[in-house]
């Protein structure tokens, strides 16, 4: 039996650099959504070579993401579950000022691969949604907001709204119905050039 998963694991320059690469990314979010796996199938679901996932793997389970499942493998065939529901940094500024240049390169790959699933997956949902039933068509939501903030606003929104996310995630999983779903938060001051002036008073 699988055992449960620690909730979130806090990432340091090391392990940063263990991820920070988008196949081991994308490999390591389909163990976390989709359960324990093999190199085939995953090989399969991302289209990708089966040497080479099984080299990322390895490397994933090198820094601790992910570890064989006894209870499912093979002598011919290892099946790899995650180790964490998620990840997270403690001081996002400890990454993106580090000194050494190589933890600020992991960081780069990090970030950029993150926003390429987070377009990724509102594109697939949005070319599949006329296969949801009409319940779901009629209840998703895409939009955007321009606020005026402080950066110590812009935490205390960003804490506020990860409270609200937990407080659907310990009660949606035991509502009849329920499905995965994702939701996105990107909060990020705009280049000025593009912040409307104040128009003056007279």
Do not use: C
């Not at 998963?5 to 959504?33: E, I, K």
């Not at 490397?59 to 499912?72: W, Y």
């Amino acid at each position: 039996m699988t055992e449960p998963q620690p909730a979130v694991r806090s990432l340091d320059a090391r392990s940063l650099r263990g991820l920070a690469h988008p196949l081991r990314m994308q490999l390591l979010a389909a163990l976390r959504q989709g359960g324990p796996s093999t190199a085939t199938k995953l090989a399969a679901r991302l289209g990708e070579s089966s040497a080479s996932v099984s080299y990322h793997l390895r490397q994933l389970g090198v820094h601790g993401f992910i570890a064989e499942d006894p209870g499912l493998g093979t002598a011919r065939e290892r099946w790899w579950r995650a180790e964490h529901r998620g990840h997270r940094f403690d001081r996002l500024e400890d990454f993106l000022e580090n000194p050494d240049p190589e933890v600020r390169g992991a960081m780069d790959v990090f970030l950029k691969e993150v926003a390429a699933v987070h377009a990724r997956e509102l594109g697939e949902w949005l070319a599949s949604t006329a296969e949801w039933p009409e319940e779901w068509r009629r209840s998703w939501d895409m939009s955007d907001f321009t606020l005026h903030l402080t950066p110590e606003l812009a935490r205390e929104f960003a804490a506020r709204a990860h409270e609200l996310v937990q407080s659907f995630r310990d009660r949606a999983a035991d509502e009849d119905g329920a499905v995965a779903a994702r939701v996105h938060l990107h909060a990020f001051p705009l280049p000025r050039a593009d912040v409307d002036e104040p128009t003056p008073k007279h």
